[in-house]
């Protein structure tokens, strides 16, 4: 009777890790498995036992099933119970995710983006899943029930989730796991990603076929796939990933509707207020103390805005009994005066930089936030100009002597100081102040158009001799800042194109990955510098005139060369790119210098930099003797420098703690920093005569400053954007490593965490494969898959509340005070970053750039 195709139902009661009290089979029904001939043959077996009036030998059937059935068994009952389930008995999470089908299909490929999985993933799931129904060869869609069981089933136990990912990988349905079918599986799976090159993606797949017996035998079954997995806990983590979120279902019906402007501006407006509000509820004595220089700051600029605007009003208004306008126009423009002023002032960048370099004026003086309160004054100046035209054009209407056509063109009125020039002079500074103001708008300047932000900002110079002509007693405002600004320039100039200071030329130039290009620039004799500063720099065969700001990426101990990293986003910034790439071979003899494409060839273009570093101080030698081929030498490719021009990188040797977090190409100060901080480590070391082993001295790296420990964080959006930076994290890993074996007691000086956010982070079905490649590759090789580092590349954006509690909790965990965030990179990352370190009272600095 058992094995009648008759038979009905058969209820049967498993163990408790199975999650499921309950389950019903069908002899009749065909399971819609590719394995559904040995589920049929095995569930009859049981039948026999199974018949029992009475439920007194339940102990004895559950002693029995433990016996009897396999793993392989245990969970095709199990998926085969999850899919005839009803929608009815569906739990409640699986029900929901119906909810969110406006017409009862959902295609692959938007399962596939919901899940930020790929879609052959999906499809294969579907085929294991439903390959009884329509061909699913064909399918294209999902329906509501189907959707609502395949969230059931990779929420179900670790035995099914693990039977479906094995059947994933059978991709011929033989019920085995083959050689080729792991191997192709992944060479798909990598295809998609594009993360990992052919070359290592072999090695890659070796490791993971040594891992699963498959370097030894052409395949194995599910009994041998799941003890591997069992026994082995970097397995069992990975396997418990490949799950998905119960609510993956409602993105689908979060899609935000398409708003106008007006609406877009009032809902940011709101934003804005809501987050204001909550930032005023959380003012307190330890924000106060915290930003007490900037508040001072504030304090006293507002109180002598306001001193000199109650003088005008008292002065103009009750003693000389003017008109309203004429005091509303006189007030602006006393205003105007101090303003205009003042905004130079906030930009004296040799000023500033001696302000940084003395500890008790930068905690006195917010420096560091010049750029930010020149963004204000300008707006201000912006503001009081256009109230200060109103006030006089109104004003010019009112009068009858003379036509306001007059008044306004003319200078027949005889308005102002320099021959009635006030009227025609003012028109001609709100033409300069329209154009320096529209043009200083981030979507200009961050938009691909710096040089036109650059150039309009160069109108400066008219603006004042026009505003020294249009206001009477301007002169005696200005005359101090401005002679110190022309004095800056001045020194500028001259230091820039003398050859022992700023005139000198290009040795190579190194085309990376992702758009950027690296220079390497012969160093002059005098130039110095600080580990974070910044310069200017001109090429002339590229735009004869235009000076770009970029970090200086090398370190000072290295005296013969700097390097800058230019990344190719803007019109500028593109043709120094296409000028060293499309350079022929014959054009870099002829200017002496090396072109290296690390875009195409990275290994040899690192060897070839490291040769040249190694003869650059021979070259130097040779050089200084005169001769005719040194004559025909001068036509190397010439560059002129500016600066160097200090940063709040340079606090980072007088903290104990620091965090440098880079956003993208926004890690070259750090780049700097790190250089130097590996000049000195080596600076340390000395070499036994005896016995040849390396020591370090104990007045050496930590002996030289006050900084203990360093976090450097990098997040990119490709890791391939790593390359020209690794070499450095690799050999600062290495003499670390060194260093610790010698002094064992002595605690880790650099940790490094580097980001890969072009694959978002989730613990789902489609980063499972990745995470299981990632954490094999680790073991066997003892380095990062991505970069070859001994720390972890993490893939998605960083948790900054996880990432912060680890820097103050743990054995060798620092306070808060001690700790200091340094960032350089978008400035949404950075109000992120900001925010997270209020909370943890961390001091937080950022290089804007």
């Known amino acids: 009777m058992a094995d009648s195709p008759s038979s009905s139902h058969t209820a049967i009661e498993l163990d408790a890790p199975s999650k499921s009290a309950i389950f019903h089979t069908t002899t009749q029904q065909r399971l819609p498995l590719r394995c559904n001939t040995v589920l049929h043959q095995s569930v009859p077996t049981f039948q026999a036992y199974l018949r029992t009036s009475s439920g007194h030998g339940s102990g004895f059937f559950n002693n029995l099933?433990?016996?009897?059935?396999?793993?392989?068994?245990?969970?095709?009952?199990?998926?085969?119970?999850?899919?005839?389930?009803?929608?009815?008995?569906?739990?409640?999470?699986?029900?929901?995710?119906?909810?969110?089908?406006?017409?009862?299909?959902?295609?692959?490929?938007?399962?596939?983006?919901?899940?930020?999985?790929?879609?052959?993933?999906?499809?294969?799931?579907?085929?294991i899943l439903y390959s009884s129904t329509r061909n699913a060869d064909e399918r294209k869609t999902l329906s509501k029930l189907e959707a609502q069981k395949l969230t059931r089933v990779l929420n179900s136990t670790l035995e099914v989730r693990a039977f479906v990912f094995f059947m994933m990988l059978d991709e011929a349905g033989d019920d085995y796991v083959t050689n080729f079918g792991l191997t192709e599986f992944y060479e798909k799976y990598f295809e998609g990603l594009k993360t990992i090159d052919g070359s290592r993606l072999q090695e890659v797949i070796q490791v993971l076929l040594r891992k699963f017996h498959l370097d030894q035998k052409d395949q194995i079954d599910f009994e041998e796939f799941y003890s591997i997995v069992s026994k082995d806990p970097t397995l069992l983590e990975c396997l418990s990933q490949f799950t998905v979120d119960p609510t993956w279902f409602m993105n689908l019906s979060k899609q935000p509707a398409k708003k106008s402007k007006f609406r877009q501006f009032f809902s940011n407006h709101c934003c804005k207020r809501e987050s204001f509000q909550q930032q005023k509820n959380k003012l307190s004595i330890d924000y106060l103390k915290d930003n007490l220089a900037r508040i001072v700051m504030l304090i006293i600029y507002l109180l002598i805005n306001l001193g000199l605007l109650l003088f005008v009003a008292i002065y103009r208004g009750d003693i000389q009994n003017h008109h309203v306008l004429i005091v509303f126009a006189r007030i602006c423009g006393m205003l105007l005066n101090f303003n205009c002023?003042?905004?130079?002032v906030l930009m004296l960048k040799k000023t500033i930089l001696l302000i940084r370099t003395n500890t008790v004026l930068r905690k006195l003086i917010p420096v560091d936030d010049h750029i930010d309160f020149h963004k204000v004054v300008g707006r201000a100046i912006a503001v009081l100009a256009i109230i200060h035209t109103i006030a006089h054009i109104a004003n010019f209407a009112r009068r009858d002597d003379h036509s306001w056509a007059s008044y306004m063109f003319t200078t027949r009125p005889d308005v102002g100081w320099v021959g009635g020039f006030a009227s025609l002079?003012?028109?001609?500074?709100?033409?300069?102040?329209?154009?320096?103001?529209?043009?200083?708008?981030?979507?200009?300047?961050?938009?691909?158009?710096?040089?036109?932000?650059?150039?309009?900002?160069?109108?400066?110079?008219?603006?004042?001799?026009?505003?020294?002509?249009?206001?009477?007693?301007?002169?005696?405002?200005?005359i101090g800042p401005l002679s110190f600004l022309l004095l800056e320039k001045c020194y500028s100039v001259l230091t820039s194109f003398s050859s022992k200071s700023g005139r000198t030329y290009i040795h190579s130039a190194t085309i990376e990955q992702s758009n950027v290009i690296s220079l390497t620039i012969h160093r002059p004799k005098n130039f110095t510098f600080q580990p974070g500063d910044y310069?200017?720099?001109?090429?002339?065969?590229?735009?004869?005139?235009?000076?770009?700001?970029?970090?200086i990426s090398s370190a000072p101990e290295k005296e013969d060369s700097i390097c800058v990293h230019i990344q190719a986003v803007g019109n500028w910034t593109k043709q120094v790119y296409q000028h060293f790439k499309e350079m022929s071979e014959e054009q870099a003899r002829e200017n002496q210098i090396e072109i290296y494409r690390a875009d195409l060839y990275p290994q040899k273009s690192s060897a070839n930099l490291?040769?040249?570093?190694?003869?650059?101080?021979?070259?130097?030698?040779?050089?200084?003797?005169?001769?005719?081929?040194?004559?025909?030498?001068?036509?190397?490719?010439?560059?002129?420098?500016?600066?160097?021009?200090?940063?709040?990188?340079?606090?980072?040797?007088?903290?104990?703690?620091?965090?440098?977090?880079?956003?993208?190409?926004?890690?070259?100060?750090?780049?700097?920093i790190l250089s130097s901080l590996m000049a000195q480590f080596r600076a340390s070391s000395i070499i036994c005569k005896h016995c040849n082993?390396?020591?370090?001295?104990?007045?050496?790296?930590?002996?030289?400053?006050?900084?203990?420990?360093?976090?450097?964080?990098?997040?990119?959006?490709?890791?391939?954007?790593?390359?020209?930076?690794?070499?450095?994290?690799?050999?600062?890993?290495?003499?670390?490593?060194?260093?610790?074996?010698?002094?064992?007691?002595?605690?880790?000086?650099?940790?490094?965490?580097?980001?890969f956010t072009e694959i978002k982070h989730k613990e789902n079905i489609g980063n499972v494969p990745l995470e299981l490649v990632t954490k094999l590759w680790a073991e066997v090789a003892g380095?990062?898959?991505?970069?070859?580092?001994?720390?972890?590349?993490?893939?998605?954006?960083?948790?900054?509340?996880?990432?912060?509690?680890?820097?103050?909790?743990?054995?060798?965990?620092?306070?808060?005070?001690d700790v200091s965030i340094f960032f350089c990179g978008p400035s949404t990352m950075a109000k992120t970053i900001q925010h997270h370190c209020a909370t943890f009272r961390f001091r937080f600095y950022e290089e804007k750039f």
């Open 341 to 344: 002023a003042f905004v130079i």
């Open 65 to 127: 099933i433990n016996r009897t059935i396999t793993t392989r068994q245990k969970a095709e009952i199990q998926l085969q119970s999850l899919l005839s389930e009803s929608e009815e008995t569906l739990p409640a999470f699986a029900r929901c995710t119906g909810d969110s089908f406006d017409n009862g299909n959902l295609l692959i490929e938007q399962v596939s983006k919901l899940l930020n999985t790929q879609p052959f993933i999906i499809e294969r799931l579907v085929r």
């Open 783 to 817: 380095q990062d898959i991505f970069t070859s580092l001994k720390s972890k590349t993490y893939i998605g954006r960083p948790q900054w509340d996880k990432v912060f509690d680890k820097l103050i909790s743990g054995e060798n965990a620092s306070t808060a005070n």
């Open 425 to 478: 002079s003012g028109i001609i500074l709100c033409i300069i102040l329209a154009a320096i103001v529209i043009c200083s708008m981030q979507w200009i300047r961050r938009g691909g158009h710096f040089e036109v932000f650059y150039w309009t900002h160069l109108l400066y110079l008219p603006f004042y001799v026009f505003l020294i002509l249009h206001a009477q007693y301007f002169w005696k405002w200005i």
């Open 535 to 551: 310069v200017s720099i001109n090429l002339p065969r590229v735009a004869l005139y235009e000076f770009h700001p970029f970090t």
């Open 693 to 755: 082993r390396t020591n370090y001295l104990s007045t050496g790296l930590m002996g030289n400053h006050r900084l203990q420990k360093v976090d450097f964080i990098w997040v990119n959006r490709d890791y391939k954007n790593f390359e020209w930076f690794l070499n450095l994290l690799r050999q600062f890993e290495q003499e670390q490593e060194n260093y610790l074996a010698l002094n064992p007691n002595e605690k880790r000086f650099l940790d490094i965490h580097l980001y």
């Open 610 to 672: 490291q040769n040249l570093e190694q003869n650059e101080i021979e070259d130097e030698r040779i050089e200084s003797v005169p001769t005719e081929s040194n004559t025909r030498s001068r036509k190397r490719e010439p560059i002129f420098i500016k600066g160097p021009y200090s940063s709040c990188a340079r606090y980072v040797f007088d903290c104990k703690h620091v965090v440098l977090i880079g956003g993208g190409i926004g890690v070259t100060p750090y780049a700097s």
